[in-house]
T-cell receptor, first 109, second 118 residues
Framework: GENVEQHPSTLSVQEGDSAVIKCTYS??????FPWYKQELGKGPQLIID?????GEKKDQRIAVTLNKTAKHFSLHITETQPEDSAVYFC????????FGAGTTVTVRA | GAVVSQHPSWVICKSGTSVKIECRSL??????MFWYRQFPKQSLMLMAT?????????EQGVEKDKFLINHASLTLSTLTVTSAHPEDSSFYIC??????????????FGPGTRLTVL
């Protein structure tokens, strides 16, 4: 089955700096890569996703890049704000939706 | 659009009792819903896939007789934890696929249900 690895497990950044989270996947059949943000005690919220027919996607301060040859994809958050502090999960599909282990992002004011 | 609700948001029960958790898609029809379990500081683990009108598909290692799933309509799936034990204490999260969306593989998650078994 699909194996998704996510790094780093924790990330602390100064407000205004950028944050980058990287994920790799194993199944070459995967073609959909969403990113979720989860705040404490809440369900995951989809923040951005990318499909295998594009290499980069941007939505305001959030961007995702995909290298299908190398089987890795990354989340970039620019101009970080304290409200960006949360746990971020990458995922790959199909088959199903396999999640990475998560990255706890802390934005220092 | 694409709002998923869960009820209850938290529940505390005694060991040996059964607990039912509801997952509803509020503004769309969901042919497929998923149930995940998440332990503290860990990732989401898929328990089962629920298709409307058919039996759920369980992941390896998940007991189907312990975690009963019913997807009776296009907007409702239920998870019943039978004979709950303390080790079943966890955060249970459902998600749904929006059949009306072009991106049919996008899962929308509910807010989760915290189960504590005493």
């Amino acid at each position: 089955g699909e194996n998704v690895e996510q790094h780093p497990s924790t990330l602390s950044v100064q407000e205004g700096d950028s944050a980058v989270i990287k994920c790799t996947y194993s199944d070459s059949a995967s073609n959909y890569f969403p990113w979720y943000k989860q705040e404490l005690g809440k369900g995951p919220q989809l923040i951005i996703d990318i499909r295998s027919n594009v290499g980069e996607k941007k939505d305001q301060r959030i961007a995702v890049t995909l290298n299908k040859t190398a089987k890795h994809f990354s989340l970039h958050i620019t101009e970080t704000q304290p409200e960006d502090s949360a746990v971020y999960f990458c995922a790959a599909s199909p088959p199903g939706l396999s999640f990475g282990a998560g990255t706890t992002v802390t934005v220092r004011a | 659009g694409a709002v998923v609700s869960q009820h209850p948001s938290w529940v505390i029960c005694k060991s040996g009792t059964s607990v039912k958790i509801e997952c509803r898609s509020l503004d769309f029809q969901a042919t497929t819903m998923f149930w995940y379990r998440q332990f503290p500081k860990q990732s989401l683990m898929l328990m089962a896939t629920s298709n409307e009108g058919s039996k759920a598909t369980y992941e390896q290692g998940v007991e189907k007789d312990k975690f009963l799933i019913n997807h009776a309509s296009l907007t409702l799936s239920t998870l019943t934890v039978t004979s709950a034990h303390p080790e079943d204490s966890s955060f249970y999260i459902c998600s749904a696929l929006n059949r009306d969306k072009i991106s049919t593989d996008t899962q929308y998650f509910g807010p989760g249900t915290r189960l504590t078994v005493l």
